[in-house]
């Protein structure tokens, strides 16, 4: 089956089947080429509905995963958005895709390289990557409209609220290494106001604000 027919029967069957309903989520899933982001002997599980292996230990998340936490930070197209935890570069091609500016940090420069270089021959212009500890965003930028955590944190990095702007966004997986709670977290004239959304499985978040390196 062409990648283009497998992409459609994905957004069809597991992201608006499971009532994602911004449009703008939609289009990007239906338009990014998945495939792309994880090595050519898995091209064919690509589009199926589970997390894939990236290297380093690391996994690209399951499509509705990315769905629910796009559609959760409420992004129009002058957004500007930091991700934390490039991994493979498919996340961040949907925010591209979405919003004005995409920031996005990964702290292992392997996974960096290969994601930017995907992202560069898809010819996106409006991403800017650091490699680095995440956690402590990416203050030269801030403050950002949206905030993506793509790793599991035991808690809310206050250096990265404080990156937030006021009415902002954080969506992020909070809990112990191996099951959290993905999580909004809303900036309310400075204050954090928290709605836990569902159970989930990242891998951790690891930093000074997050786990410690084994
Ligand atoms: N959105 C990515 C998810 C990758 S998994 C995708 O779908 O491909 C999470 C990523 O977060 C891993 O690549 C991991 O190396 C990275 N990560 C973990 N702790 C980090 C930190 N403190 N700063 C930046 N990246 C981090």
Redesign the pocket.
């Known amino acids: 089956m062409e990648f283009e027919k497998k992409r459609r029967l994905m957004v069809e069957n597991q992201i608006i089947k499971r009532r994602i309903t911004d449009k703008g989520v939609i289009e990007a899933m239906l338009k990014v080429p998945r495939h792309l982001?994880v090595e050519e002997a898995m091209w064919e599980s690509a589009y199926g509905d589970f997390?894939l292996p990236?290297g380093?230990g690391?996994?690209?998340?399951q499509p509705y995963m990315?769905a629910v936490m796009t559609e959760k930070l409420e992004l129009g197209k002058d957004s500007r958005v930091l991700?934390?935890?490039?991994?493979?570069?498919?996340?961040?091609a949907i925010l591209a895709e979405i919003c004005e500016c995409v920031f996005t940090?990964?702290?292992?420069s392997a996974?960096e390289k290969k994601?930017r270089i995907a992202l560069e021959k898809l010819g996106y212009i409006n991403i800017a990557f650091k490699i680095?500890?995440?956690?402590l965003g990416w203050s030269e930028s801030a403050p950002y409209d949206g905030i993506l955590i793509?790793?599991g944190a035991p808690r809310i990095p206050e250096l990265l609220f404080s990156q937030l702007k006021e009415g902002g966004r954080m969506v992020i997986p909070i809990g112990s290494s191996y099951s959290q709670v993905l999580t909004v977290v809303r900036k309310r004239k400075g204050k954090m106001v928290e709605e836990p959304c569902f159970g989930c499985t990242?891998?951790?978040?690891?930093?000074r604000e997050?786990w410690s390196e084994e």
């Open positions: 982001f997390p990236i380093d690391q996994t690209i998340s990315v991700e934390i935890g490039t991994g493979s570069g498919y996340q961040t940090v990964e702290r292992i996974l994601a680095g500890d995440g956690t793509t790793a990242f891998v951790p978040l690891i930093g997050g």
